[in-house]
């Protein structure tokens, strides 16, 4: 059975910093395609960042780059997310995903394995 279980979120003031963890069981996790998927109330789900399996490549979102690193260590099974200079509309529950192909994982079209999810709330 496989798990995604995210961490990490909370309550920060602009400007300010977190780092979400994402821990996956039951699969081969170096051999996927890991991302950060985020959706605010009334908004659609947007993609923030993904990473090749072999942390090769990276994709951010135009929103977050500059501000936000994305990172996994295969050993731990486990995908991060920096995120630094936290604005109010970085306010979303953020996702965890993992799929078996990296534009298909950033298209959206290839999604395997989703994240119950973590809320980050930035306030002004």
């Known amino acids: 059975q496989v798990q995604v279980v995210e961490s990490g979120g909370g309550l920060v003031q602009a400007g300010g910093s977190l780092r979400l963890s994402c821990t996956v069981s039951?699969?081969?996790?170096?051999?996927?395609?890991m991302g950060w998927f985020r959706q605010a109330p009334g908004k659609e789900r947007e993609g923030v960042s993904c990473i090749r399996w072999s942390g090769g490549s990276t994709y951010y979102a135009d929103s977050v780059k500059g501000r936000f690193t994305i990172s996994r260590d295969n050993a731990k099974n486990t995908l991060y997310l920096q995120m630094n200079s936290l604005k109010p509309e970085d306010t979303a529950m953020y996702y965890c995903?993992?799929?078996?192909?990296?534009?298909?994982?950033?298209?959206?079209?290839?999604?395997?394995?989703w994240g119950q999810g973590t809320q980050v709330t930035v306030s002004s």
């Open positions: 995903a993992a799929g078996g192909s990296f534009y298909g994982l950033l298209s959206g079209t290839q999604i395997d394995y």
């Open positions: 039951g699969l081969t996790f170096g051999a996927y395609a």
